[in-house]
């Protein structure tokens, strides 16, 4: 198949970890016959540099074409001071808000192999395997902000159709895992959790029927998950409380660097880039987990191009490769770490 693909490495160990990504899809692109056109963007803090703006309009546009897009990481103390017009994270959300993916995929499995990475005991973590869909492009990140003397204000907002969106998108995962899904508000407090809450009950009952529905709040998800993360599914929330309990949730699997996501709307391009941030604490240095990037590459191929032997290949590799000990410094513990490079070395051998 051809397939058009926009590459924004972005900044810190963002280009580390993608020019791994970039590799094995060059390798699965030769072995399985297709043609993958990718196209190197600059996006965050490297084109603010360059440009003034973290998301230049050609960058948008080559986006917006693409029939999907990986994105290292944005980001770093160079653009963060707190006077700062422009940030890199801006243009993150303005991505995400111009190609309407609206659901954020972020799927956390442990790997027996890094059961001994986590913080937690093996016994707790063994057999999890849980997805997050994180709406995106709503709730107080995108609401209006104010800033007065002694004073400063974020609003909240979700409108019915899209909590519906999200929750439909979750229910139909659930239909093909487990068929359980906890939905996460914080509906004793907030008007806008108690609309997700009746939205959420509502579009269960009436088209996912066969889906179990919980409903949970944030602060008690936020300590069952590390008490018992073994019987969640999938689990549905708003953009604020997904973030903080997915980065939670990534400590299950023992570090950030091994986490992938994807980020969907309605039809099937999608933004797709590992969970972690910049790291500018360990940039330049050749250490970062590459399998993040890696997985994320990976629901490239099967959200977006339906390339689902490739995906399930990669994902193999990747797993085959943690296996066999290839761990960089944040996951090795003892045994010795390798390189970005060779971490991914051991992947694409197996591929
Ligand atoms: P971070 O995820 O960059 O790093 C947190 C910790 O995890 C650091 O100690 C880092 O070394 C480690 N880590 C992260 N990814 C790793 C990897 N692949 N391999 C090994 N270790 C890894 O979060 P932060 O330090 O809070 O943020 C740094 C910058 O990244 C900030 O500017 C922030 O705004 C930005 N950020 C960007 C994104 C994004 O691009 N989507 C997401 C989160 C944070």
Same mark, same amino acid.
């Given at each position: 198949?051809?397939?058009?693909?926009?590459?924004?490495?972005?900044?810190?160990?963002?280009?580390?970890?993608?020019?791994?990504? !970039?590799?094995?899809?060059?390798?699965?692109?030769?072995?399985?016959?297709?043609? =993958?056109?990718?196209?190197?963007?600059? =996006?965050?803090?490297?084109?603010?540099?360059?440009?003034?703006?973290?998301? *230049?309009?050609?960058?948008?546009?080559?986006?917006?074409?693409?029939?999907?897009?990986?994105?290292?990481?944005?980001?770093?103390?160079?653009?963060? +001071?707190?006077?700062?017009?422009?940030?890199?994270?801006?243009?993150?959300?303005?991505?995400? &808000?111009?190609?309407?993916?609206?659901?954020?995929? &972020?799927?956390?499995?442990?790997?027996?192999?890094?059961?001994?990475?986590? /913080?937690?005991?093996? %016994?707790?973590?063994?057999?999890?395997?849980?997805? =997050?869909?994180?709406?995106?492009?709503?709730?107080?990140?995108?609401?209006?902000? #104010? &800033?007065?003397?002694?004073?400063?204000?974020? !609003?909240?907002?979700?409108?019915?159709?899209?909590?519906?969106?999200?929750?439909?998108?979750?229910?139909?995962?659930? $239909?093909?895992?487990?068929?359980?899904?906890?939905?996460?508000?914080?509906?004793?407090?907030?008007?806008?959790?108690?609309?997700?809450? $009746?939205?959420?009950? &509502?579009?269960?009952?009436?088209?996912?029927?066969?889906?179990?529905?919980?409903?949970?709040?944030?602060?008690?998800?936020?300590?069952?998950?590390? #008490?018992?993360? #073994?019987?969640?599914?999938?689990?549905?929330?708003?953009?604020?409380?997904?973030?903080?309990?997915?980065?939670?949730?990534?400590?299950?699997?023992?570090?950030?660097?091994?986490?992938?996501?994807?980020?969907?709307? %309605?039809?099937?391009?999608?933004?797709?880039?590992? @969970?972690?941030?910049?790291?500018?604490?360990? +940039?330049?240095?050749? @250490?970062?987990?590459?399998?993040?990037?890696?997985?994320?590459?990976?629901?490239?191929? #099967?959200?977006?191009?339906?390339?689902?032997?490739?995906?399930?290949?990669?994902?193999?590799?990747? /797993?085959?490769?943690?296996?066999?000990?290839?761990?960089? *410094?944040?996951?090795?513990? +003892?045994?010795?770490?390798?390189?970005?490079?060779?971490?991914?070395? +051991?992947?694409?051998?197996?591929?």
């Amino acid at each position: 198949m051809k397939a058009h693909i926009a590459v924004l490495p972005g900044d810190g160990i963002g280009p580390e970890v993608t020019a791994e990504a !970039v590799r094995a899809l060059r390798a699965l692109e030769k072995r399985h016959g297709h043609i =993958f056109t990718l196209t190197e963007l600059p =996006f965050g803090g490297a084109a603010i540099d360059l440009t003034g703006n973290p998301l *230049p309009e050609p960058t948008l546009e080559a986006c917006r074409n693409a029939d999907a897009v990986l994105l290292g990481a944005i980001g770093g103390p160079k653009w963060s +001071a707190p006077e700062a017009k422009v940030r890199p994270e801006q243009g993150l959300l303005e991505l995400r &808000r111009a190609l309407r993916v609206y659901a954020n995929l &972020r799927p956390v499995k442990v790997h027996p192999a890094l059961l001994g990475a986590s /913080s937690l005991k093996s %016994e707790v973590l063994q057999g999890t395997d849980l997805i =997050f869909v994180r709406e995106l492009t709503g709730g107080i990140y995108f609401g209006e902000k #104010r &800033r007065e003397a002694d004073c400063a204000t974020d !609003v909240c907002t979700y409108t019915v159709a899209e909590i519906e969106r999200i929750v439909r998108a979750a229910a139909r995962l659930a $239909q093909k895992r487990r068929r359980k899904l906890v939905s996460i508000d914080k509906a004793n407090v907030l008007e806008t959790s108690r609309l997700w809450r $009746q939205v959420t009950s &509502r579009v269960m009952r009436e088209e996912f029927p066969e889906v179990a529905l919980e409903h949970m709040l944030v602060d008690s998800a936020a300590m069952h998950l590390i #008490r018992r993360p #073994r019987d969640f599914d999938v689990l549905v929330t708003e953009n604020m409380f997904g973030d903080i309990l997915t980065d939670e949730a990534s400590m299950l699997a023992g570090s950030l660097g091994l986490l992938p996501s994807a980020s969907l709307g %309605e039809g099937t391009r999608g933004l797709y880039e590992p @969970i972690h941030g910049s790291a500018p604490d360990i +940039a330049g240095r050749g @250490i970062a987990n590459p399998y993040g990037m890696l997985l994320s590459a990976a629901l490239l191929l #099967r959200h977006s191009l339906g390339l689902t032997a490739e995906a399930a290949a990669l994902e193999a590799a990747v /797993s085959d490769a943690i296996g066999a000990g290839a761990l960089t *410094p944040d996951v090795a513990g +003892a045994t010795g770490a390798v390189s970005t490079r060779e971490a991914a070395e +051991a992947v694409l051998a197996r591929l």
